[in-house]
């Protein structure tokens, strides 16, 4: 079993044995990926950022004002003692019904003319019909009426890039709205009046007609009474009745009478005459009055005593008790008319006592014509009443109209735009910016094909980490124009860069096995680094004392030859054909002492004087010669050349460009290289750039490279 083998075979069992001990995803681990994949999870975050910075300078902001009605019908102030006073009822088709009149195009009109009358137009004019017109097409526009739930409440959203538009259009299209109904109500009232009137003045003319062809035709017939007789002694005795009857009455409406004097000579107004208290029409506007009352305690609470609305609720309750105490002088002096009747009707009747007896002829004959006339006259009485009751009703119904819903909430007006919503955008982008960061983190890795830590190479290629040589741009802070690395290595010998290549020294001479005299330094690919690691690891060694050979197996690049200036009249080629002893081939360089076997020119394509008994014969010679011989071979993947030098050396040292080549190319490179026999002690990462956080993991040098910078000189 190869050195390789065992090598697979024991990462295989510590693979396992950490897969059942570790449960969850190793923490360092993860912050080494993140930190190597930092500069994308920048720009993917910034990049989102970006777009909703994009997204908000872009949007137009919007500002959402509300204004809420409550829709309570309220009885009517003035009614007749036989109507129903209690709260009409309202259902839920009655407030959809009030939500359409709310959003439709007439109350969004009425809202206009009350914008035009409280604020001047964009170029300081008055508001002209036309821009009156699309000033209502604008609130209608902008404003939607919904109701609140299943509640009587009825919302007036209005939403503009106008924040005081906003709040003035759903408050001007409420109050438009309640214009509207209190309007509506006047007008029925006017329309009512004015018929009631209208016939009031024809029922008042007939009444009087009637009742004076009842007085005329006592008059003419020497009537007393409506109680004709042809006995007169029956009809003395009825007058008296009828005059003991009408004394009575008479002095029950004069203790009335004097009673509500009384009652207004102790200031008490007349509120409590027991008249006035039966009247429905005051029993009406005590409803009213209280009602009013009510509303001003409340608003007298809340505001000052020259609020508009406070002072318009105070002359509403004024004009209440007004009509009040005008109806209370009206029953007034209907009990001093009834006094005054009573009187009348007792003075006739002592008339008309003392004509009975020479007028009982005469009465009986007239009687049943007065009886007509008087239930004419009655019943004319009675239609001008109830007409003169309506229209008193109609007169306080036109003065005292309200609204079938009032104000829950006035929009006020908005502080900060509701779209676009800038704290939850910022929040949502900022979400966004971490998870497009991690997703490209994550992506990132997923598709990273390079070798690119030593966990890659132990793990993954199962192959012996053998170091890394870094870029030597990333070990030295100067900007300025640097040496070759095969000559910096000479001058800088205790730089960082240097010492890679001895810690990479170091792992081939103490890996396990015997000492190895043949070195073959591989890869899988071109520009990999192969000939820059093989010329810098030959220089160092032999600049330490070792007696060193550099051979260049790269017959067709010929790259150690080209880097190294190598001139010699003969070269690798004439001493594997055995043309020429290797003394006359090698090249020596004066500063190191290292011997160089290269190539002056690509052999003919007819031939390859590189076959395996002539590797393996040359091989063999220099490991008696030399302490370490280093071989430049071609790269694997594409030259079998490279496979004959690596199957023939101690020891193989394969190595791949950081992050560039990927994981397959390295694999098919190592199944090529244990068919051949080849012996590969380890692999090693080149052109690392140290600068990036952990470039080779956290089991390498370059983790820790801030610790160590004392150490160097660069």
Known sequence: MTEQTEFRDDADSVGAAEAKTQLLPDPGLIWQVFRRNFGRFIVAGLIVLLLAAAYLALQQPLYRAEASLLIDPVSEPVKSPSANIGKPFVDADQVDTEIRLLASTLVAERAAQLYAERFASPDGDRFSPIEVRALAKRIRASTRVSRSGQTRVIDITAVSDDRNFAATAANLLAEAYLNAQVEAKTSVNDSTKNFVNARLQELEGNALRTQAAVDNFRAANGLASANGSTNAEQEVSNLNQQLASARADLAEKQGRYNAAREQ??????????????????????????????????????????????????????????????????????????????????????????????????????????LSELEARAQAAATVYQAFLQRSQEAGALRDSAMPDARFAQRADVPAQPFSPNYPLTILFAGVGAMLAGMLTVVVSEYLRRGVQTKRDIERRLRLRYAGAVPSLRSTVKSR????????????????????????????????????????????????????????????????????????????????????????????????????????????????????????????????????????????????????????????????????ILAMAADRVLLITHWRRTSVRAVEATIDMLLDAGAKITGMALTQVDIRKYASTGDGDVYAYTKKFRGYYTN
């Open 480 to 643: 300025k124009l640097l040496q070759p690395p095969h000559i910096y290595v000479l001058e800088h010998p205790f730089s960082l860069f240097s010492e890679a290549f001895r810690s990479i020294r170091t792992f081939l001479t103490l890996s396990p096995g015997a000492r190895p005299r043949v070195i073959a330094i591989t890869s899988a690919l071109p520009r990999e680094g192969k000939t820059t690691t093989s010329v810098c690891l030959a220089q160092t060694t032999a600049a330490e004392g070792a007696r060193t050979i550099l051979v260049d197996g790269d017959l067709r690049r010929r790259g150690a030859s080209a880097l190294l200036g190598y001139e010699s009249e003969f070269d690798i080629i004439d001493y594997l054909e055995r043309r020429q002893p290797l003394s006359a081939c090698l090249m020596r360089d004066e500063v190191t002492g290292l011997h160089i076997l290269g190539v002056n020119r690509s052999p003919d394509a007819a031939r390859n004087p590189m076959t395996i008994e002539r590797v393996k014969e040359v091989l063999d010679e220099l490991r008696d010669l030399y302490d370490v011989a280093i071989v430049d071979t071609a790269p694997i993947l594409g030259v079998a050349e490279g496979r």
């Open 264 to 369: 207004l000579l102790r200031g008490g107004g007349g509120a409590d005459v027991g008249a006035a208290l039966g009247s429905g029409t005051i029993a009406s506007l005590r409803q009213q009055e209280a009602r009013a009352s009510a509303d001003y305690a409340v608003l007298a609470s809340r505001l000052g005593p020259l609020h508009p609305e406070r002072q318009q609720k105070e002359r509403e309750l004024e004009d209440v008790r007004q009509r009040i105490q005008e109806e209370i002088n009206r029953v007034l002096s209907s009990l001093q008319a009834d006094v005054q009747t009573a009187q009348s009707r007792v003075a006739s009747l002592s008339g008309s006592r003392g004509n009975a007896a020479g007028s009982l002829a005469q009465n009986a004959r007239a009687q049943t014509r």
